[in-house]
Structures are given as structure tokens and as C-alpha cells.
């Protein structure tokens, strides 16, 4: 399609949009009286409206019934993380049974390395991705040094090479083979955080496994934004948080994948508690765990059901929509953004870099922009101006126009803002 910048141009793309519908069912903050433009789902998705009414429901409940919630409630607390399987599963490319949510992003994957971060003998490292998301080093190396492991020597970090900005699959192939069977682990970000990069999951699962080593994928940017197929892929585990692209707020719980091929195995180590035990017995306190026999055996509490109630507002409306659409919509705003900003570019004779790569198959809906020249003065002006972008260091902005509620005239606003913000500057 050969794109317009210009607002009437914007406007019929919007009219064409089949998700145009869905913008109206979300709450966006204000500036000065007016909706912003919300490129930052990638870091905490926009608000459904229909999540307030998922908490209500057990605030009421909780009211009206106190602990006999548990059975009573509409929606029945006690087994209230059933309610997400078939969705996520649906979101992720796996098994119901393979899926469950509980906790927070890296509380699971530090659980989850009690089943499959396992060192021993020579077989002890960990490979990952250079400057992985924080929480993840973290993670690792603390797993590594929990094990009497010296960190710089358990991980191996894939790198980019010099002078580029994402990293090539033969690269983490190559590493994959030279560490060899010294490899326990692989655990990568299945979309970079800082790139956008998607990775190719499926070669790597299956480069890691021909050393015999566990694949995990953290798909914090990549749940409810790519195609995911985690089943066919293999993939031995995953986690990802669902305040990103799947909007369920602030801090919010994680979902985790598992696959069937580990239930059910007596000799996998496992954190345990009671709600991971058989659900049928789970109230008769017997002192010895019977597993569920599904992902829902990694299970240790109670869940924590208001936290979950605006998770599944929102499942649900991924469930209406599907995976496929979003992904549509998302390849042609983000080809536009990419179109806006080369038109800006050239405008305003700046010298922007996209890092992110350009083949849609190799990016979900982030674009990663270096702004060379620009300071951080172009945020703060886009911000003040309504425009939510992220800023990194040192000169990134990251931008994600989320398909579920962003729009093309909001990619065309955006780049009017941006050009008055750098032509103002050099006035
Ligand atoms: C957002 C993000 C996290 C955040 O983890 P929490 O435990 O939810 O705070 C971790 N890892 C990656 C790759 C992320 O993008």
C-alpha cells in the first residue's frame, strides 16, 4: 500500500480499521482536558473499561458473601485462574493444560529454574541474550550464584555484532553450539525489550535441544503482541507479565506455560503449595501434595483474585477479537509509523535511526527510533504535548501503537507533534 502523510490519508485508514471499535472500550489519561496518544502499552497497557466492573463483581461478592465467595460467587474464587486456559492458551500457541496464570513475571521464572535450571557436572550454563532485560540478569545470575556458580562464568551472552542493532539468528545458533553440552539452559526474551527484535523461537528451541539443554523464552513483550505457537515450537517453559500488551494493570500477574511433556513427571524438582494440589482434595488438608495434573501442579497459593479479575476483563476481549486480527492491524499501523517517521525525517532533515528490523516477521508492534542530534528535550516536549512515548538511554524512544486502541490518525498526530518539536527547537 502505498502510504499518505497526511491527516485525510489517516482518516481513511482509520475507516477501513476493523478494530476501530475497540478504541471506545478503553480509558485513556488526559492532558490538559484531552485524551493523549498512548504509544506506551508496551510498558503498562491501556485500561479496559470493562475491568472495573471484573473487580466490583468481587468486591460485591466478597461483601455480600465473605468467605463463602470461595464457592458461592458468580464466578467462583477458588478456581478462578480456570477461567484463563483456554484464552491464554489460545493467545500463547499452547495446550489449555499447558497454561496457567500466578504471581509476577520474575518470581516465576525464578520458580520455573527450580524444574529446569538444574547445573551439574559440566553441564551448568546459561545462555542468554547481551544486556537482557534487568530483572532477567538479575534472575540468572542469582540462580547461578545460588547454585556455587561464579555468574561470569555460568552465563554466555549472546552478543550483536559491532555497529549493529539486532541480533542475528546464526549468531545465537553459533553460540548455542559452541557452548555445547555445557549448556543447561537457554532463556532469552523472546522480543527484545530495547529493539523490538523478535527472535526466531523456534530455531533456537530447537538448536537448544539438539545439545540437550532446557529452552524457556520470557514473553513479557511478546504476550498478546506476536504470534506465538509455544506447543509446536516445543518450548519447554515460558512466563511473560500481563500488564504490557495484554492490559491487565500495574504490576499485574504473569501468565506461565509449561509443556505437557513435564506434567506429570514424579522426578521434576518443584516448588510446591496447596493450590497446586489435586484440586478435588485440596480441602481436606492431607499431608501429602498430589499434583494437578496439568500446569496448574507449579501452582502454591491461593490466587489472588482481585488482581486477576481485570487480567480476564481483558482475556476476554483478546478472546473476541483474536490473536490474527490484532497482528493484521498491528503490521499495517506499524508499517505507517515507520512511514510517518521517515517522511518527518526528511522534513526536518534530522537523521533518525529505526533500530528495530524491518521485516514484519522479525517485529511485533514496537519501533525503537535513535533520534541522533535530538536530546532529551524532545521527549519531555512530546509528553507536555499529550504524546506518551518511553524514552532509554541514550537516545531512544520506543514507541508502540497497541492495534487494540491506538489509531492511524494518532501515528499522523504524532508526527506533526514530533516535527514541531525539533523545527521549534532549532528556531
Ligand atoms: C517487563 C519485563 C519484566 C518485568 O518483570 P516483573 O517481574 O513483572 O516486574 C521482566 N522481564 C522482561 C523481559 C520484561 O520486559
Not at 541474550?129 to 545460588?146: I, T, V
Not at 511478546?222 to 507479565?241: T, Y
Not at 525503537?368 to 518511553?390: A, P, Q, R, T
Request: proline letters at 4%.
Amino acid at each position: 500500500m502505498q502510504f499518505e502523510n497526511n491527516r485525510e490519508f489517516a482518516l481513511k485508514l482509520d475507516a477501513e480499521d476493523e478494530l476501530s471499535k475497540y478504541r471506545d472500550q478503553f480509558i485513556f489519561p488526559k492532558v490538559d482536558g484531552k485524551e493523549v496518544i498512548y504509544f506506551v502499552g508496551n510498558s503498562l497497557g491501556l485500561q479496559p473499561k470493562s475491568a472495573g466492573k471484573y473487580v466490583d463483581e468481587i468486591m460485591q461478592a466478597w461483601a455480600e458473601l465473605g468467605v463463602e465467595g470461595h464457592f458461592k460467587a458468580e464466578k467462583s474464587w477458588w478456581d478462578y485462574h480456570e477461567r484463563f486456559a483456554d484464552k491464554l492458551a489460545k493467545v500463547v500457541g499452547a495446550k489449555p493444560s499447558e497454561v496457567t496464570v500466578m504471581n509476577t513475571l520474575t518470581v516465576n521464572l525464578h520458580l520455573l529454574m527450580v524444574s529446569f535450571y538444574r547445573p551439574s557436572g559440566k553441564r551448568f550454563k546459561i545462555i542468554c541474550e547481551e544486556k537482557a532485560f534487568p530483572s532477567d540478569q538479575y534472575m540468572l545470575a542469582s540462580q547461578a550464584r545460588f547454585h556455587g556458580y561464579d555468574p561470569s562464568e555460568a552465563i554466555v551472552e549472546v552478543k550483536k555484532r559491532n555497529g549493529e542493532n539486532n541480533f542475528r539468528t546464526e549468531d545465537v545458533l553459533q553460540t548455542i553450539k559452541e557452548v555445547g553440552e555445557e549448556c543447561a539452559l537457554i532463556l532469552i526474551g523472546g522480543v527484545n525489550y530495547y529493539s523490538g527484535q523478535v527472535f526466531d523461537m523456534q530455531k533456537i528451541t530447537e538448536a537448544g535441544h539438539e545439545i540437550g539443554a532446557f529452552v524457556g523464552w520470557d514473553l513479557a513483550h511478546a504476550a498478546g503482541n506476536i504470534e506465538l505457537k509455544l506447543n509446536d515450537w516445543k518450548v519447554d517453559f515460558a512466563a511473560w507479565c500481563s500488564y504490557k500488551y495484554m492490559n491487565s494493570g500495574p504490576g499485574n500477574a504473569s501468565g506461565c506455560y509449561i509443556n505437557e511433556k513435564y506434567h506429570n513427571l514424579k522426578d521434576l524438582p518443584r516448588f510446591e503449595g496447596w493450590w497446586g494440589h489435586n484440586k478435588k482434595r485440596r480441602f481436606l488438608m492431607e499431608p501429602e501434595f498430589q499434583p494437578e495434573p496439568d500446569a496448574n501442579a507449579w501452582q502454591i497459593s491461593n490466587v489472588p483474585v482481585l488482581a486477576l479479575a481485570p487480567y480476564l476483563a481483558s482475556l476476554e476481549m483478546f478472546d473476541e477479537v483474536g490473536m490474527p486480527a490484532l497482528i493484521r492491524k498491528r503490521n499495517k499501523i506499524v508499517a505507517y509509523l515507520e512511514f510517518v517517521l521517515q517522511e518527518i525525517d526528511k522534513e526536518v532533515e534530522s537523521s533518525f535511526e529505526i533500530i528495530t528490523p524491518p521485516d514484519q516477521n522479525e517485529r511485533g508492534t514496537q519501533i525503537s527510533v535513535f533520534l541522533h542530534g535530538e536530546g532529551k528535550e524532545i521527549f519531555n516536549y512530546l509528553m507536555k504535548n499529550g504524546i506518551f512515548v518511553d524514552w532509554r538511554e541514550p537516545n531512544v524512544i520506543r514507541l508502540a501503537p497497541a492495534p487494540f486502541y491506538c489509531s492511524f490518525s494518532d501515528v499522523f498526530n504524532f508526527g506533526q507533534v514530533l516535527k514541531q518539536g525539533i523545527l521549534g527547537k532549532k528556531e
